[in-house]
């Protein structure tokens, strides 16, 4: 596990503000966040080093609608404040865990984290993380690679 550093509060402060500026687009928040996913945007921030990244959010915004162009589609927008907060929380775990977001969604998804706002935005981001895991009946192990890939030999020889 890394330690959190100035590197990862600069990545987990604009990734927050990416969301939250996100809230202005015409489209739903789940769709931005689908978009985002697919982004060639986060494959630079999954590199988690702001050396590759110009840390303008407008920039970012602009860099998803040019690679996917602008939509209306879907109603539901979630509230700014809990858009930067799943921003944020979203690439603390990817800096500390050393893992792809689209990973972390998968365990995490973000409609949970939606709902699971209002009780933990308060709350230290490791105390987030812990509680996470122990909601889904999981350990730190899953963000260890060997760690799943011999759960996966496991299940395939005596599943």
């Not at 890394?2 to 687009?25: C, P």
């Not at 915004?61 to 879907?74: A, E, M, R, V």
């Not at 973000?110 to 009780?119: L, T």
């Amino acid at each position: 596990m890394r330690e959190f550093d100035h590197n990862g509060l600069l990545l987990a402060e604009y990734q927050g503000k990416l969301f939250e500026k996100s809230t202005e687009l015409n489209c739903s928040s789940g769709i931005f966040l689908r978009r985002f996913l697919h982004s060639e945007l986060l494959d630079q921030l999954d590199k988690n080093c702001p050396s590759f990244l110009t840390l303008d959010v407008a920039e970012g915004i602009d860099s998803i609608l040019k690679q996917f162009g602008n939509t209306d589609y879907g109603k539901e927008k979630y509230p700014g404040n809990t858009m930067f907060w799943m921003g944020y929380l979203y690439r603390y775990i990817s800096y500390t865990r050393e893992c792809s977001t689209r990973f972390i969604v998968q365990v995490f998804p973000y409609r949970q984290i939606k709902d699971v706002y209002y009780s933990f935005h308060t709350q230290d981001p490791e105390w987030c993380v812990q509680n996470l895991l122990e909601l889904n009946h999981l350990t730190e192990n899953i963000f260890n690679n060997n760690f799943r890939l011999k759960e996966i030999i496991r299940e395939k020889k005596y599943g």
